[in-house]
């Protein structure tokens, strides 16, 4: 009787399988060509945007730089003036973004639907309470594997807090800089640094973590605990070492595009992983527009 049930599903499979047609890439429908929108704002910063043509998945074509599109900017709902093209689809202003301020863009090209888009400014983050600790067991040392090669590096821990702004939502990136330079005070190039959430145990070391404003203590206070790792071989001539934290206050446009652009990078295309679209706010087109404001301090 067993023999008899598996023969029935060995048999099914096959008609199913038989029933399958393939859709050669060339029988799919081209997908219409649509405005990409470009454009994060700094606090005091121009205002630059890149605007270029989206292209199908099955597309060979290059992608389109659309240099000859129309781009207005309007702050708090009045018209401000339009940004001028540069080149290779990059466009900017003479005009600075303002703190607290909304902007809006609408973008047009000849042979495309117009696309728009919103932000705002957020204020800038203001923190107390800097402090360093466990030094003992991490900090940043200089060795030597041999007499001609050096590397300097490690890992320190660090507690701030920031003061959050309760009257509204708040979005934070926290990103480290560090700063290598040489007897003659040139820079020395780098890009070897990390930094590691300590509050969140899912954490991994990254570029930059991202952070909303749930999690308060004492009233309007947010407790960052987080480690900041470097590693570099380094030439003869090393005469200083400065460690920046940079603080971000994201507009939420901004935040929703990092935090699913960083869930995509790590779902990584595999064969069983979720697909994770990165997130756009250009209403009929493709994009981000999004706002920002940067305070800048140094921790070591």
Do not use: H
């Amino acid at each position: 009787m067993k023999k008899i049930k598996l023969l029935i599903c060995l048999f099914a499979v096959f008609l199913f399988l038989s029933c399958e047609k393939v859709i050669e890439a060339k029988d799919l429908p081209e997908q219409d060509s649509r405005i990409v929108l470009n454009s994060l704002l700094f606090s005091e910063d121009l205002i630059t945007a890149n605007i270029t043509a989206s292209r199908g998945i099955l597309s060979n074509k290059a992608f389109r730089d659309l240099d000859k599109a129309v781009c207005q900017v309007f702050e708090n709902d009045a018209y401000l003036g339009n940004l001028i093209n540069i080149q290779n689809g990059n466009f900017t202003s003479f005009f600075t973004a303002k703190v607290n301020n909304k902007y809006r863009l609408i973008v047009s090209a000849s042979g495309y639907s117009s696309v728009t888009a919103t932000t705002i400014i957020p204020p800038s983050v203001k923190y107390t309470n800097l402090e360093r600790y466990d030094t003992l067991n991490y900090n940043y040392r200089l060795n030597q594997y041999s007499p001609t090669e050096k590397w300097v590096g490690g890992t320190s821990k660090f507690k701030l807090k920031i003061l959050d702004d309760l009257s509204a939502k708040n979005f934070y990136s926290i990103k480290p800089i560090v700063i290598l330079t040489d007897s003659l005070g040139n820079t020395i190039e780098n890009d070897g640094y990390s930094i590691k959430n300590n509050n969140d145990e899912n954490s991994y070391e990254s570029t930059s973590f991202e952070i909303d404003d749930l999690t308060k203590v004492n009233g309007n206070q947010m407790q960052l605990d987080f480690d900041v790792s470097f590693y570099f071989n380094i030439p003869e001539n090393l005469k200083s070492i400065r460690v920046y934290i940079e603080i971000s206050n994201l507009s939420q446009e901004y935040y929703n595009y990092k935090t699913t652009l960083k869930k995509q990078a790590e779902a990584g295309g595999g064969f069983f992983s979720e697909p994770v679209l990165v997130y756009s706010n250009v209403i009929n087109g493709l994009g981000i527009f999004g706002g920002s404001s940067l305070t800048r301090f140094r921790i070591y």
